[in-house]
């Protein structure tokens, strides 16, 4: 059995009235991709945006119960501290307009005020880059607007920004939703290797997409977590009569 | 039916032929005003040649007319104006378009600025002469000069506060228009709400809060009324910020109503011909850059 990572207690998440998450308990094993599947209003998205704690932003909107990162209730920390620990890539490409291709990169560091010179951010960059399998196409234009960058290009943009913090763990919102097949390919490629390094949560709708990539995968419907497990048993087993309703696609 | 249709078919075209005359006016209106202060600056513009804009002697008395005092006076009173204002209203639209954004707090304030916005600049004059104009003078008294309290910096004050609701608007909506979505990946890697403002909302937003501060340059270059009342209407160049002096709008005002002779009305004119000038080129830039924004 693989090391546990990120440990959720029954969480709950609301937006004002509206009980979006239901009493979730997962546990996501480190250096595995981990895939949230379900139907759209689930609470899929909600449940990652807890664990980074972005949830919290939009007006109204508030948790209960525990999330643990290795020992330490995320919760209950500092949230500026956890998103420098756990990276996020969102559904739609979302470089910074402003910024370089290179700035982009760095960004996390910048705006956190972190201090270096221009070797050690420059190695950042590269490694983030290749990281996210996006050097060779951009290493002539690094100081352009990352703007320019096809749809593909722009969202493993976004993956080598997160990647470039040197998180524990990246969630991503389904990455793929707004980009051609080939892209998409390039994507879940990318993420098999990341794997090596990085914890990977990632939300789709795509049931072939969770069953091609992720070594675990949970199950949500109308906010609770309907099951949660290998993807191999998942996939071909299924041990509840819902599951395997989504799956047949009876619904969603 | 084909007759009802015909019918139809000819009401609509006159119906088009009427709202594109009246457009159409609109363009002659700029055009004919334009054209009227050519013709009625000509006896000043053959009598003065270019010592109108190079000398820097008013004197009607002895037909010695340059407009440059007032040109001076016009753009140091509004851009002080500026220099004032805008850490205001930048301040006011960062809270209004981020902070409170959707709030009540939000409409409330923006319901008042609207009002601001449309108080007649003549009770601006009125409150500036009462209560600014005092507050000048012993402002003047404690840093040693003569107290006189009206003057460019009472007339940059007063231009300051009449501009505050324009260029807070405009900052506002620009400022609203950054994606919720990039602000958020800035969240995402451990950005306080401070840092997603200077390094994310303000490089987004820079360029139409730019277009915001000239669109009220360009309001408070033409103000008039407010600004006759409590600059102090001298007609030199002015030695510092706190001397008397007259904008371009201010001396037209007040020296229209006695100019007796046709060179005098005629340089006063000019002067509004130059004044319209400056104005059509402030705003045409302020409103290319809003439209380039808009465009992408």
Not at chain 2, 203 to 225: D, V
Request: glycine share 6%; charged share 20%.
């Amino acid at each position: 059995m693989e090391d546990q990572i990120l440990t959720i207690r029954n969480l709950n998440a609301y937006f004002g009235d509206f009980h979006a998450v239901k009493n979730v308990n997962m546990t996501v094993y480190k250096n595995t991709i981990t895939a949230i599947m379900g139907p759209s209003g689930c609470g899929k998205t909600t449940l990652i945006r807890c664990i980074n704690r972005l949830h919290e932003l939009t007006e109204g909107a508030y948790t209960t119960g525990e999330i643990y990162l290795k020992n330490n209730n995320i919760l209950s920390m500092n949230p500026i501290i956890i998103r420098r620990q756990i990276g996020m890539v969102f559904q739609k490409p979302n470089p910074f307009p402003t910024m370089s291709i290179y700035d982009n990169v760095i960004a996390g560091y910048k705006i956190n005020g972190i201090k270096m010179d221009k070797t050690e951010m420059d190695t950042i960059v590269e490694n983030a880059l290749k990281k996210a399998a996006l050097w060779d196409e951009v290493k002539d234009k690094l100081k352009q607007k990352g703007a320019f960058l096809s749809g593909g290009q722009q969202q493993r943009l976004c993956i080598a920004r997160a990647i470039a913090m040197k998180p524990e763990i990246i969630l991503l919102d389904e990455p793929t939703s707004a980009l051609d097949p080939k892209s998409t390919l390039k994507i879940e490629e990318l993420l098999e290797e990341l794997k090596k390094d990085i914890t990977i949560l990632i939300v789709t709708h795509n049931i072939a997409q969770a069953a091609r990539i992720s070594d675990y995968t949970a199950f949500m419907y109308l906010g609770e977590l309907i099951e949660y497990d290998k993807s191999d048993k998942m996939f071909t087993n299924p041990s509840n009569p819902k599951t395997n309703e989504y799956l047949k696609g009876c619904f969603g | 039916m084909s007759n009802t249709y015909l019918k139809e078919r000819r009401s609509e075209s006159v119906f088009k032929a009427l709202l594109l005359l009246s457009s159409f006016i609109i363009i002659i209106l700029l055009f004919s005003i334009t054209l009227t202060l050519i013709i009625e600056s000509y006896p000043s513009i053959k009598h003065n040649g270019l010592s109108l804009l190079t000398g820097d002697i008013w004197d009607p008395v002895s037909e010695k007319y340059s407009i440059l005092p007032f040109i001076v006076g016009t753009f140091l009173t509004s851009i002080l104006a500026l220099i004032i204002s805008t850490p205001f209203s930048l301040a006011a639209s960062l809270y209004l378009g981020e902070y409170a954004e959707g709030k009540r707090s939000s409409r409330l304030i923006k319901a008042v600025l609207d009002l601001l916005a449309g108080i007649p600049s003549i009770i601006y004059g009125f409150w500036g002469l009462m209560v600014l104009v005092p507050v000048v003078r012993k402002f003047e008294e404690l840093i040693g000069i003569p107290p006189l309290g009206i003057g460019i910096f009472t007339a940059s004050l007063i231009l300051s506060i009449m501009i505050i609701p324009y260029t807070t608007s405009i900052a506002r909506e620009v400022i609203k228009l950054v994606p919720q979505d990039i602000k958020e990946a800035a969240y995402s890697l451990g950005a306080t709400r401070f840092e997603v403002i200077r390094d994310i909302i303000i490089p987004y937003a820079k360029s139409g809060i730019f277009a915001g501060i000239l669109l009220s340059f360009g309001r408070a270059f033409g103000e008039t009324m407010a600004v006759t009342m409590v600059i102090g209407n001298a007609n030199y160049i002015p030695k510092s910020i706190f001397a008397p002096a007259n904008t371009m709008a201010s001396v037209i005002a007040n020296e229209f109503a006695e100019a007796t002779s046709d060179l005098y009305i005629s340089t006063l004119i000019s002067l509004g011909l130059v004044l319209l000038i400056m104005s059509l080129i402030v705003n045409s830039i302020g409103r290319f850059v809003i439209m380039k924004l808009y465009v992408k």
